[in-house]
């Protein structure tokens, strides 16, 4: 009997390795065909407007596995076999996804504000193919690599995009050299500190020493580290208007407790210790991004003079500093409140002209939701009101729409959006429709008009926070593809979060 079970060993083991083998098999089948509306892997994407680093061409991608393995012009595809699987979009724009690079997704801890599930639909409905999250407004603030460890936990199979993640800086961990390398050797895409407060209690605010020790050890990991740049100059005056003189609902109220000063302020610190990362100072390697200015004065010109002296420096701005102007804001509509404060029309042309003219680099969108309760929509004090706006669905046609003036074009949409901001996340094989890159692409209709109303089809978590309600845009999002799989369609979605996290190495 021995024997015998001796001899049927060998085939009971073959046995078991093809069940094995047929169990994956289908199971990876399934997973697909959870991941994407598409019933193949191999596939090629048409467009008469695709548009690639070299420029706009009209031709064919070709995606296979996840990954663009074949760019080609019409011109060229005469002498082709017939092809299969081909999804012709026509007209429609044919664009590298989305890179947000300023996004808050309040995940864990505070996903009664968005979460991962609700802002990550929301950023496949609107092109975006990769977050990075920021390391606060959620609990706890990701400032170690057992809170950045939480994040992981929390965003497992809940992320429709992926994801990646800023560590903080913060007065607790920027003299510890061990415990800022420890949350970046556990994957964080760099850092992120705020010079004034931040309106977290766990996330205090850094100053000039933290600053630099964060850049110094930032500078072997060549990784970024971004800045909310306000600096309060006498944090013992209000401005005036807290004395009863001002009314609280008035957004001119709150546009005097944040003064251009305080970004010029802050920015006039940072480039003292931007100088340092330029070839052969100390802190050669790191590199300092300032997010979000509003301020297109004296801010600007101090950011255009340290980068002209070589400092490793990049600039955001965001899409409602470009779409509004305080002179058309209401009384008490608080969702226009945010941080810095969206300034006056003349201000607003100055930061398109710095856009279109190189000095801004990019763009994000400071997704910051939150509740109605919290944004005091009720009462609209402006002075009390969370400061943040909900946005992260409709940046690709905001930015379209109210470009249209400036005559922006579809390859200037690809720089802002996709290609420098996978280089300062340090995406190589995003950003780009490129040979070997991930198949991350969206296609949108730029002469498609819409109206955001109750009746579009919204995504993030609280729709009525946000400032683009009611507004008539153009530039409508019909299809997204994440690492091949096409994740958004026409108002659907994929039925599984196959978003992946992104981890720095």
Not at 203 to 223: C, D, Q, W
Not at 397 to 426: D, F, H, I, N
């Amino acid at each position: 009997m021995e024997a015998l079970l001796w001899r049927l060993l060998p085939l009971l083991t073959l046995l078991l390795s093809f069940l094995v083998f047929f169990y994956f098999r289908d199971s990876s089948t399934l997973n697909q065909k959870q991941c994407s509306l598409l019933p193949y892997q191999h596939y090629w994407i048409a467009s008469k407007r695709i548009v690639t680093p070299q420029g706009v061409i009209s031709g064919l991608v070709e995606v296979k596995e996840g990954k663009i393995v074949s760019i080609v012009k019409e011109e060229d595809k005469d002498g082709k076999p017939k092809l299969e699987n081909v999804i012709d979009y026509g007209e429609a724009v044919v664009m590298p996804g989305l890179i947000d690079v300023h996004a808050h997704l309040d995940d864990p801890g505070r996903s009664e504000w968005e979460g991962f599930p609700s802002g990550t639909k929301a950023a496949a409905a609107g092109g975006i193919t990769t977050l990075v999250d920021m390391p606060l407004n959620s609990f706890p603030s990701t400032v170690s690599r057992e809170t950045l460890e939480l994040k992981l936990k929390a965003a497992e199979s809940r992320i429709y995009v992926d994801v990646g993640f800023w560590g903080g800086l913060v007065p607790e961990n920027a003299f510890n050299k061990s415990a800022l390398e420890d949350l970046l050797n556990a994957g964080a895409l760099g850092l992120k500190s705020f010079m004034c407060p931040s309106g977290i209690n766990d996330f205090p605010m850094t100053n000039s020493s933290h600053i630099k020790e964060g850049l110094s050890v930032l500078a072997k990991y060549r990784r970024p580290l971004l800045v909310h740049a306000e600096k309060q100059l006498d944090p013992e005056t209000n401005l005036g208007v807290e004395d009863g003189s001002n009314d609280a609902r008035s957004y001119s109220t709150y546009l005097k407790t944040r003064p251009p000063s305080w970004e010029e302020a802050a920015i006039k610190d940072l480039v003292a210790l931007t100088k340092d990362t330029r070839i052969g100072a100390p802190a050669e390697g790191a590199h300092l991004h300032i997010v979000h200015l509003s301020d297109s004065s004296s801010s600007l010109d101090l950011i255009k003079e340290a980068k002209s002296g070589g400092d490793s420096l990049t600039v955001e701005t965001c899409p409602h500093y470009l779409a509004f102007s305080a002179e058309e804001i209401r009384d008490g509509d608080t969702r226009f409140k945010c941080s810095p404060p969206i300034r006056d029309a003349v201000n607003k042309e100055k930061l398109w002209n710095a856009l279109l003219e190189g000095d801004l680099d990019m763009l994000s969108s400071d997704h910051s939701p939150t509740t109605p309760e919290l944004k005091r929509l009720d009462d609209g004090d402006f002075l009390k009101a969370w400061g943040g706006i909900s946005c992260l669905q409709f940046v690709l046609p905001v930015t379209w729409s109210y470009g249209q003036k400036y005559g922006v074009t579809l390859e200037q949409m690809a720089l802002w959006w996709s290609e420098r901001p996978a280089k300062l996340a340090g995406q190589k094989l995003k950003g780009a429709i490129a040979i070997g890159n991930y198949a991350d692409i969206v296609v949108w209709n730029p002469d498609v008009d819409f109206d955001l109303d109750d009746d579009y089809p919204i995504y993030i978590k609280h729709p009525g926070n946000s400032a683009y309600m009611g507004t008539k845009l153009s530039g409508k999002v019909s299809a997204t593809f994440l690492r091949g799989n096409l994740v958004f369609k026409e108002g659907n979605h994929a039925p599984a979060a196959c978003g992946v996290p992104i981890l720095a190495k």
